[in-house]
C-alpha cells in the first residue's frame, strides 16, 4: 500500500515533443506529491509539486495532472529539450500536522531528449 | 544560500568496516532526512531528524543510525558495512516539522569492497 509505481522506464523524445511521465499509488493518506529531476552526479531536485486538492499545476513548460480518484498523476514537459535529459522521480508522502511520514519515491524514468 | 552539503563526497571502505557521513543543511532548516540509492532498489528512505530528535525511520537494519547536533548538522552512521551498503547516500534538508519540500544535496558515493 505504500508503494508508488512509475512509467515508462525509459523514455525518448525529440525536441520540441512532450514529454509524459506516469505515477499511480495505493494510499489514500498521501496528501502531497512531488516531482524530482536527478541529473548524472547530482542529487534530485525538487521540480514541481501539487497537493490532491488541485487536479492541474503548470510551471513554466512542466505540468502534473493529478486524478484523485483514479489515484494517478503525470509529468508532462512541453517543448522537450536536450537539458532535460535526466532521470525524473515523483513521489508521495503524508503530512500530518504533528508528524512526518517517510518519502515514498516512485524507481524513476530515464528522459532522453534527442536533437 | 548555500545549498546542502555532503562531506566526503567519495568514499571506499572494507566489508566490516564502519563509516561516518556528514550533511549540513541549508542555513536555517531544522529537518534533515537520509536516503539510499541504488540502482536496483532507487531511492529509499532511511531516517529524518528535526531537532535533534529521529522522528522517523525507513526499513533499514540497527547498523545504519544517525544523529543531530544542536545547529541541525546531521550524520549518519553505518557499521559493519557489507558489499550491500555500497550505494549514493542522498541527505534532504527542510524548513521545518511541517514543511513538504525537501532540498537534496549531492550525495556521499560509498564503495564497499
Known amino acids: 500500500q505504500q508503494q508508488v509505481k512509475q512509467s515508462p522506464q525509459s523514455l525518448i523524445v525529440q525536441k520540441g515533443g512532450i514529454s509524459i511521465i506516469n505515477c499511480a499509488y495505493e494510499?489514500?493518506?498521501?496528501?502531497?506529491f512531488p516531482w524530482y529531476q536527478q541529473f548524472p552526479g547530482k542529487g534530485p531536485a525538487l521540480l514541481i509539486a501539487?497537493?490532491?486538492?488541485?487536479s492541474e499545476k503548470k510551471e513554466g513548460r512542466f505540468t502534473i495532472s493529478f486524478n484523485k480518484s483514479a489515484k494517478q498523476f503525470s509529468l508532462h514537459i512541453m517543448d522537450s529539450q536536450p537539458g532535460d535529459s535526466a532521470t525524473y522521480f515523483c513521489?508521495?508522502?503524508?503530512?500530518?500536522?504533528?508528524?512526518?511520514?517517510?518519502?515514498?519515491f516512485g524507481p524513476g524514468t530515464s528522459l532522453s531528449v534527442i536533437p | 544560500k548555500a545549498g546542502v552539503t555532503q562531506t566526503p563526497r567519495y568514499l571506499i571502505k572494507t566489508r566490516g568496516q564502519q563509516v561516518t557521513l556528514s550533511c549540513s543543511p541549508i542555513?536555517?532548516?531544522?529537518?534533515v532526512s537520509w536516503y539510499q540509492q541504488t540502482p536496483g532498489q532507487g531511492l529509499q528512505f532511511l531516517f529524518e531528524?528535526?531537532?535533534?530528535?529521529?522522528?522517523n525511520k525507513g526499513n533499514f537494519p540497527g547498523r545504519f543510525s544517525g544523529r543531530q547536533f544542536s545547529n541541525s548538522r546531521s550524520e549518519m552512521n553505518v557499521s559493519t558495512l557489507e558489499l550491500g551498503d555500497s550505494a549514493l547516500y542522498l541527505c534532504?534538508?527542510?524548513?521545518?516539522?511541517?514543511?513538504?519540500?525537501?532540498?537534496f544535496g549531492p550525495g556521499t558515493r560509498l564503495t564497499v569492497t
Open positions: 513521489a508521495a508522502t503524508t503530512m500530518l500536522k504533528t508528524s512526518y511520514d517517510k518519502v515514498i
Open positions: 501539487i497537493r490532491p486538492d488541485v
Open positions: 494510499n489514500t493518506a498521501f496528501d502531497y
Open positions: 534532504a534538508s527542510s524548513l521545518d516539522s511541517i514543511s513538504y519540500e525537501q532540498y
Open positions: 542555513s536555517g532548516h531544522r529537518s
Open positions: 531528524y528535526f531537532s535533534e530528535t529521529q522522528r
